[in-house]
């Protein structure tokens, strides 16, 4: 095999390339990317460079030198428009065209459009690209009034970088909770109320039906109440960039499906990132769109190419921050698991239980705890439903045994010690 081209040029593209050569291929490994800029973070985006806190050199995913010692070629500003199966070649928008051994899609995604009225107007703007942040961070002078539809975890950093810049700041929610995608009722709460508290005006259940203005944007109609606004900022989540993919049949719910080692139905075709959807352990087809799935998935990729052994598997996380908060997430619960809370001086976590077995957790403001979960379901230890709800016990007590019985005499014996002391 000599040649492994990528489309894309972003976080699951890079890691893939690194991956390929950490494992010993010595082929050509070309990246088409679409943006102009060398391939960069997204993370970043709507926290340190909304508020002017990062410099944008850190913003690369890797230095210049890297790809060169590493015989890596990015094309930047080089968008793949199509690719054929069955020659096994790509076209770029030039019209030029190139031949691979293998291909992997890693093109990740885009915000989702919000068609109403208004979305057109100047001062309209999604969040994806570091073009995307500079152009938002120009506008979030103190005193702008800046409305954001859409509270899910990009909305809501937005709302707390653009309060951090004293923006008045309105975050308008379809859903009855904000995160309602991402995280339970309490967690959800506790970031609404700390965004309440920095003064940002949460609306749940909101209905968002029209943006006002001559040229320029002036308001938000919400609920029929009109809500002046200087900027506006839609996040109601993405879509995958799939057009290359059009005419072939590799396509499942608008994504990419991938099995399990992150190949596609076609053997010579492979998928990573945000771009993909793939059979979860809770048993279904997801995308997820983090750093983390998109660096495991491109271990995965580089190794299926290669023909060389799967990487372990790894328990999906994901975090958020806002304002000084941290949300970390890990694991995937399924229908029916049973949320369980656990309260801490200065945080909370909510534990997933599978019968025995913890399935996820969102964990606020307790880093240990975050780490000790995501062991226990990578090991599937057992546990007993008393103990988690006990915030007494750390979760990290509960990693070392096999058995619930095991867990529950130790937990016995650390109480009696308690009760002596
Ligand atoms: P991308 O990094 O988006 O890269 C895809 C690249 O492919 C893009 O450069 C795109 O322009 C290019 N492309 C698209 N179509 C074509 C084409 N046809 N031809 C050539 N190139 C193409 N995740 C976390 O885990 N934690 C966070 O806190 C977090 N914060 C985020 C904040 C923001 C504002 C955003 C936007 C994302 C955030 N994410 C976060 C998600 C994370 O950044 C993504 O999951 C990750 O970047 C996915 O990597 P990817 O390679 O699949 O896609």
Redesign the pocket.
């Known amino acids: 095999m000599n040649s492994i081209l990528i ?7 890079i890691e893939t390339a690194a991956a390929l050569r950490a494992r010993g291929f010595e082929g050509q490994v070309c990246l ?4 102009r800029k060398f391939p960069y ?3 970043p ?2 926290k340190q460079i909304l508020t002017g806190k990062m410099d944008l050199s850190a913003l690369d995913l890797r230095a210049e030198a890297f790809y060169t010692n590493k015989n890596i070629k990015v094309r930047t500003d ?4 199509h690719v054929d199966p069955a020659a096994r070649t790509i076209q770029l928008e030039s019209g030029e065209t190139a031949s691979y051994d293998k291909l992997l899609i ?4 885009r915000p989702r459009p919000l068609p109403i009225e208004g979305s057109h107007l100047k001062g309209v703007c999604y ?3 570091l073009e995307d ?1 500079l152009n938002i961070q120009q506008q979030l002078l103190p005193g702008n009034r800046l409305v954001i539809i859409g509270g899910g ?2 909305g809501l ?1 937005v709302a707390a970088s653009a309060r951090t810049m004293g923006c008045e700041v309105s975050v308008c929610e379809m859903a009855p909770m904000v995160m309602s995608r991402q995280v339970d009722g309490e967690v959800a709460s506790l970031f609404e109320e700390r965004h309440r508290a920095e003064g940002v005006n949460i609306r749940c259940s909101a209905r968002v039906s029209a943006i006002k203005g001559v040229d320029s944007v002036e308001a938000v109609i919400v609920d029929g109440e009109s809500v002046p606004a200087d900027l506006v900022i839609i996040g109601v989540g993405a879509i995958p ?1 799939t ?2 993919l059009a005419n072939t049949d590799l396509l499942t719910d608008g994504a990419l499906w991938v099995d399990a080692n992150c190949r596609s139905r076609d053997p010579h075709i492979y998928g ?4 993909t959807t793939q059979l979860r352990a809770n048993g279904l087809n997801m995308r997820l ?6 660096a495991h998935q491109s271990k995965a990729a580089a190794a299926a190419m290669l023909g060389q052994e799967p990487p372990r598997d790894e328990v999906p996380w ?4 806002q304002y000084d908060m941290k949300l970390q997430i890990a694991g995937l619960p399924a229908e029916g698991d049973e949320p369980i809370v656990r309260r801490f001086d200065n945080g909370i976590s909510v534990v997933y239980l599978n019968r025995d077995i913890v399935s996820a957790v969102s964990v606020v403001g307790n880093p240990r705890e975050f780490m000790a979960a995501k062991k226990l379901i990578i090991k599937k230890c057992p546990v007993k439903r008393d103990q988690i709800a006990d915030s007494g016990i750390t979760l990290k007590e509960l990693i070392q045994f096999k058995t619930g019985d095991e867990v529950e005499a130790h937990v016995d014996k650390l109480r009696a010690k308690l009760q002596e002391d």
């Open positions: 489309a894309g040029a972003g976080q699951a593209a088409f990317g679409a943006e973070q997204r993370p985006l709507s080089t968008q793949v428009t890693a093109t990740g995604a969040l994806r690209s942040a975890y990009i950093e960039n057009e290359c990573a990132g945000d771009v769109e983090s750093v983390q799935n998109a994901f975090w958020s921050e």
